[in-house]
């Protein structure tokens, strides 16, 4: 049996609390984004959500919900579907 080294081990080091300035080429999984940055580029471009749920019991389907969903924030150049009071 041998005894452990006695040598430190090297650790990474720690991130400074906060969003942090980052450089446009670091990997994204490195990357320390504000919950307020995030929303800002969100709604500025725009997200398109889609899913599909299917609820069902003893392999018999009883309800399907499909869920589509464009989120983007208020825009002057994009009107909204709702001007003019004509339906969807």
Known sequence: MTAPSAEPVPTAPSAP?????????EPLARRQVS???????????????????TLGIAD???????LRALIS???ERVPSPWEGGQPL
Not at 60 to 66: E, P, S, T, W
């Open 17 to 25: 609390p906060g969003p942090v300035a980052v450089d446009s080429q």
């Open 35 to 53: 919950l307020v940055d995030l929303l800002d580029r969100l709604l500025g471009t725009g997200v398109v959500v889609t899913g599909s749920l």
């Open 60 to 66: 018999v389907d009883l309800v399907r919900i499909d």
């Open 73 to 75: 924030s208020v825009n």
